[in-house]
């Protein structure tokens, strides 16, 4: 099944952040994946909305921003304001999650909702109709270049199931040690879309390893 790739700027080089984004404009990636770390919800900082409004400048594909911060719905004016496709919230910072989805929405935005590989993908049962797209961790968030967990591949099987027996329109992203081995098995159960740090960034051919994903 052909995925929606969504490299993960984390993995480019923050010493030269133009030649990675212009390497990525003229590549077949679909979206931009943005991690942004408060040290809070996650043990580590990335960066904010000061940066990411001139990456937003000068990126030309959509962008998939990744909240792993406390309270994310503060962000959600920055989120409009660099004009993000896709804003995700983890849902284990979300007491009010349909709340929170409705305002994501409500603002332009697809409401992405994140798990994190200790929480099941049946707690989304109540609101998976609601849901533009799920983010399914393979590893812990916080860090690139991580070991995928294969766990992954049974919540990814689970969730497809839920998705289709609702009728729900919720696309299945996954974020975590991809790259064209364990992605091959992610798409074989039933993703939609793949985010890729260190597997795009770090290899020599990265518009190729992009390519690769998507026609996996
Ligand atoms: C991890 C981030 C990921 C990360 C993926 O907390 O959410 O998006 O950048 O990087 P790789 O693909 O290298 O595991
Ligand atoms: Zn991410």
Request: charged fraction near 15%; charge should be negative; proline fraction near 7%.
């Given at each position: 099944m052909a995925q929606?790739?969504?490299?993960?700027?984390?993995?480019?080089?923050?010493?030269?952040?133009?030649e990675d984004l212009r390497m990525i404009n003229s590549s077949s990636a679909?979206?931009?994946?943005?991690?942004i770390m408060d040290g809070v919800f996650v043990p580590n900082l990335s960066f904010g909305p000061p940066v990411l409004k001139y990456v937003a400048e000068?990126?030309?594909?959509?962008?998939?921003?990744?909240?792993?911060?406390?309270?994310?719905?503060?962000?959600?004016?920055?989120m409009k304001d660099i004009n993000a496709r896709i804003m995700n919230i983890h849902y284990e910072a979300c007491t009010h999650?349909?709340?929170?989805?409705?305002?994501?929405?409500?603002?332009?935005?697809?409401?992405?909702?994140?798990?994190?590989?200790?929480t099941p993908v049946c707690l989304l049962k109540d609101i998976i109709?609601?849901?533009?797209?799920?983010?399914?961790?393979?590893?812990?968030?916080?860090?690139?270049g991580q070991k995928f967990i294969p766990h992954t591949v049974n919540k990814v099987k689970e969730l497809r199931e839920l998705i289709d027996s609702t009728g729900s329109k919720a696309l299945i992203e996954v974020d975590g040690g991809v790259n064209v081995n364990t992605g091959k098995l992610l798409a074989e159960a039933g993703s939609d879309a793949l985010v890729a740090?260190?597997?795009v960034f770090k290899d020599a051919d990265p518009q190729g390893v992009i390519e690769l994903l998507r026609n996996l």
């Open positions: 929606i790739v969504s490299p993960s700027l984390l993995s480019a080089n923050f010493g030269n952040l133009q679909d979206w931009l994946h943005i991690d000068l990126c030309e594909k959509p962008l998939d921003v990744h909240l792993m911060v406390v309270e994310p719905m503060k962000y959600l004016p920055a999650l349909h709340r929170a989805v409705t305002q994501i929405k409500d603002s332009g935005m697809m409401a992405g909702v994140t798990l994190n590989p200790s109709g609601e849901l533009d797209l799920v983010l399914l961790m393979s590893v812990n968030p916080g860090f690139g740090g260190n597997a």
